[in-house]
């Protein structure tokens, strides 16, 4: 059985060889890792360019699972994503086909110029781990972790995500342009053959499972329970708001806090985690009123203003 003390080298080892594919963006590695052990989804939203596919295959490549991409775009119909049942003349029976889907990492890029009914065929495999085809459910098999990516500046031709999907997204990643130290390395990196080609893995992702349950045990103090609960009643009346914070999200920011606290190899929870996962964790699942966008603001801005005015006390005795 797996415990606490088996996460912190598990993800230094993942770490280390992901990094090799992928310079400088050690943020964005750590809160893929997060999401891996809270069994989540992840949003990557970023420019063109950026190493997010690199990311997604150097991470299912160094925990040894099976990954596949899938191209989204306004063609592509639910029956490509999950399968398809085909009569066999044969056997006289229909055998099913599965789709992409059945991966341990799937990667579905520019999810936002798939069609609303093609993105819904997404929603029972992020939220249940299965698939249900001609009334007939098929479990994936764990672990199971959608990377989705979308372009933020380019609207043409896309659909917007729901609400109701942007929700199951356990967190939401921008990696950014590198600095220049990290892009000449990167250059340096690529002088021959690309790294992603050598890569092995380094961790055996069968235990991700065991590793999941583990951080169940990482301690949340009462006071910061009851902050957490207080942060989303606080978004659920704010003025620029339309939508605040659902149950599924106050229960994504505890559960992630509780997988970066073993990550940084603690079995408690500590104010800074929370803080550091707010945005990832919180800003997509927020809807600004219309009138509030034109003044400038932003899902990003009204969380800064929810973590300034609600009150966090710890009290000495809750920290182990």
Known sequence: MSTIADIQPFAEAVRANVARVIVGKHAAIDLLLTALLC???VLIEDVPGVGKTMLARALAISLGLSFRRLQCTPDLLPNDVVGVSIYDQRTSEFVFHPGPIFA??????EINRATPRTQSALLEAMGESQVTVDGITHLLAPPFLVLATQNPVEFEGTFPLPEAQL??????VRMGYPRPDEELALLKALEGAHPIGDLQPVADGATLPALQRAIW???MADSLRDYLVRLAEASRSHPDLSLGLSPRATLALFRAAQAYAALAGRDYVIPDDIKALCAPVLAHR????PESAL???NAELVLQNLLHDTELQLEEQEVP
């Open 39 to 41: 069994g989540g989804h």
């Open 295 to 297: 003044r400038g603001r």
């Open 104 to 109: 341990n990492v799937l990667l579905a890029d």
């Open 286 to 289: 927020l809807l600004l009123r």
């Open 217 to 219: 045990r990482v301690h």
């Open 167 to 172: 929700d199951r997204f356990l967190l939401r």
